[in-house]
């Protein structure tokens, strides 16, 4: 499928290797992020954008936002970023700034292939409801029907004298609606728990599994934060259902993803493994600290995505460009449809895109003003959290700080790419929300 945003031009610059050295960025470093910030928008032209005034926003209000995200890659705070803004399904801003990666003194690139990490959820979210459309599961519908192995779900209560883990049964059994909304008693590790932090630390995830099954194995195993429905707690359940799709499609997880996803919105640059002729496109990972940007060098962070990957992670695991994920973006926002393919019905992306919590619910939220829904955060009270924006819109991040959402109400899609860890420091959604509907306000 051709592009409906035409790609910046190549630039040149020498193959990638990941390195464990922390530098402080070189003054000539410096001088290229400075180069790159400045030319950015004359690196990747605009021939297919429509105009912004046409859709009610201000031209010169929308490149505020780039002058305001230069000033961080002037403060070595990000090396580069992407934002793509489209209003009623067009394209109005695709603006570049930076560089993909520093020492190669490559610029970021319309088509720069990123880490999605986390922004993989709402995918595996999509694939998981094409299923239910088809009748393959119901979402009160316990895990254990589907996948045998949490029925030894055990709920962590104490350590015994002997170092020990006491645990005890579930009230109730996880449902797959508890997967999805993140109210399953699983974790990601960062529980507060001792015992249940180190036991997953210790089943080492990531590296020491080998497919989908083996980790969804793994993760039933170990021990529940609290009875499942009862809390909320972000967790790895959307690699249990990543698992859960191979049992209920009868493929893998990345065959399902491509034939029934991806090739059919045309996200040509979106997988679990970089091909060879992608690498030049691919932005390095940096690290940010008090001096400077250094490139990622912890195994676990900084994934060779060159090699094939041991398992297909629905949580983590892919990688792909701006216009990709704009794409996928776009299909939830029209209704579950782009360019005359449909995913899903309408009535069933507004079911994945309300808040599906109960009122009231505790749990380890990172800020008010927000609740879930399949594999969505929606966004409950717009003022509280932006004061700006639109209660409704659903959203969701990655590790690496990239961001999208999407508002039915000005019928909006943003998507946002850069490449930093760590994920705190800088609310880029705060900023984006203010600069585009600043843009909306100043051109009535």
Not at 159 to 164: A, H, V
Not at 170 to 198: N, V, W
Not at 323 to 351: C, H, K, S
């Amino acid at each position: 499928m051709e592009s409906l945003l035409e790609k910046s031009a190549s630039v040149k610059g020498t193959t990638k290797t990941q390195t464990s050295k922390k530098y402080a960025i070189a003054p000539h470093i410096c001088a290229a992020l400075l180069f790159f910030c400045q030319f950015s928008n004359a690196l990747t032209p605009s021939a297919h954008l429509e105009k912004p005034e046409d859709h009610g926003f201000s031209s010169e209000a929308l490149n505020m936002a780039d002058e305001h995200l230069a000033g961080y890659i002037k403060q070595q705070k990000i090396s580069g970023y992407t934002l793509l803004v489209s209003h009623q399904g067009k394209p109005i801003h695709f603006s570049t700034g930076g560089a993909q990666d520093i020492a190669a003194q490559q610029a970021m690139r319309r088509d720069t292939i990123f880490r999605l990490y986390s922004m993989t959820k709402p995918i595996t979210g999509v694939a998981m409801m094409m299923l239910w459309e088809e009748g393959k599961f119901q979402l009160n519908d316990p895990v254990e029907k589907y996948l045998p192995e949490f029925k030894r779900s055990r709920i962590f209560s104490r350590i015994d004298e002997k170092g020990q883990i006491i645990s005890t049964a579930p009230s109730q059994p996880m449902t797959i609606l508890d997967l999805m909304r993140h109210t399953s008693g699983l974790s990601y590790g960062y529980s507060g728990k001792e015992a249940i932090d180190k036991a997953y630390k210790e089943a080492n995830l990531w590296r020491g599994i080998t497919g989908n099954k083996a980790l969804s194995t793994t993760i039933a195993d170990l021990p529940l934060v609290f009875d499942p429905g009862s809390r909320w707690e972000y967790s790895v359940a959307t690699d249990v259902q990543g698992y859960l799709v191979e049992v209920l499609s009868g493929q893998r997880f990345d065959t399902f993803l491509r034939e029934r996803i991806f090739e059919p919105l045309g996200m040509t640059d979106t997988s679990f493994q970089l091909q060879p002729e992608q690498l030049p496109r691919f932005a390095e990972l940096y690290v940010s600290s008090k001096e400077g940007l250094a490139p990622c060098s912890d195994p676990q962070d900084c994934y060779d995505y060159r090699k094939v990957p041991i398992i297909h992670s629905g949580g983590a695991g892919l990688i792909g460009t701006t216009e990709d994920y704009w794409r996928f973006a776009q299909m939830l926002a029209n209704g579950g449809t782009l360019n005359g393919v449909r995913l899903l019905q309408p009535d069933t992306i507004t079911l994945m895109t309300r808040d599906h919590l109960p009122e009231g619910i505790d749990g380890h939220f990172w800020t008010s003003g927000w609740g879930f829904g399949l594999n969505f955060a929606v966004l409950t009270d717009a003022e509280a959290r932006y004061g700006y924006g639109n209660n409704g819109e659903y959203f969701w991040g990655g590790a690496a700080n990239t961001k999208f959402w999407i508002d039915p109400v000005d019928e909006l899609v943003v998507v946002f790419m850069t490449n930093i860890f760590p994920h705190e420091g800088i609310d880029f959604e705060a900023d984006l929300h203010r600069f585009i509907y600043t843009a909306k306000k100043e051109n009535p």
